[in-house]
């Protein structure tokens, strides 16, 4: 079975970075698009990037554009979101998903990991 797990998320003050890393098993990493969303509390889990199965192409929520990137490594099955100038209202759960499709325009999450907390203090 698919399995994300996420790693990387912590407490930083706003200006830091901070990466998050998604290492994926189950199938092949690189037949699928993966994504990043968000969760802050009493909030929608909202999509914050995505990135096509074979690196490159790649989409962004405006309010990261800018400051974060996402990447992947397919030989090492591994999602990454590099995260600079962090502000307070970047402070939520992180989840990281994978599509069934190689489509990262219109990114559908099939699989989710089980989140990593990024709190950002101002």
């Known amino acids: 079975q698919v399995q994300l797990v996420e790693s990387g998320g912590g407490l930083v003050q706003a200006g830091d970075s901070l990466r998050l890393s998604c290492e994926a098993s189950?199938?092949?990493?690189?037949?699928?698009?993966m994504g990043w969303f968000r969760q802050a509390p009493g909030k929608e889990r909202e999509f914050v990037a995505s990135i096509a199965r074979i690196g490159g192409s790649t989409s962004y929520a405006d309010s990261v554009k800018g400051r974060f990137t996402i990447s992947r490594d397919n030989a090492k099955n591994t999602l990454y979101l590099q995260m600079n100038s962090l502000k307070p209202e970047d402070t939520a759960v992180y989840y990281c998903?994978?599509?069934?499709?190689?489509?990262?325009?219109?990114?559908?999450?099939?699989?989710w990991g089980q989140g990593t907390q990024v709190t950002v203090s101002s």
């Open positions: 189950g199938r092949t990493f690189s037949s699928y698009a």
């Open positions: 998903a994978q599509s069934n499709s190689g489509d990262y325009s219109d990114f559908s999450p099939s699989y």
